[in-house]
């Protein structure tokens, strides 16, 4: 979503069952949508990392090579653009916001 020069992202990383486990988002100056999926998937990355689940469970992502070979073992999987209403959400509130925020 794009306000003006910013652009927002925001995401869930769910478990296995569903459930939101980890949320993200943000704002950042991006000129195109592949630069806005690919500073989503990076902050995806992040939040992954920061939280301990490295080698305990799998990340599915709906080409970051540098924290790719941090995490080792990755798939992607592209899911349907419109069925995350959550991460939307985030999107949208991340425009609002300063900063970034993961919880």
């Known amino acids: 979503m794009e306000i003006e020069d910013e652009v927002g992202c925001g995401g869930v990383l ?3 069952d569903g459930v939101a486990r980890a949320l993200f988002s943000g704002s950042f100056a991006a000129n195109n949508s ?7 998937i990076s902050l995806a990355l992040d939040v992954f990392l920061s939280t301990g ?8 992502i709906e080409e970051v090579e540098i924290r790719l ?4 073992n990755v798939s992607f999987s592209k899911a349907d653009k419109h069925s995350n209403k959550m991460a939307f959400a985030l999107e949208v509130a ?10």
């Open 53 to 60: 689940w490295k080698g305990k469970f799998s990340l599915i």
């Open 94 to 103: 991340s425009l609002k916001r300063p900063g970034m925020f993961k919880a």
């Open 14 to 16: 769910r478990d296995s």
């Open 69 to 72: 070979s941090r995490i080792g």
């Open 34 to 40: 592949l630069t806005v999926e690919v500073g989503a």
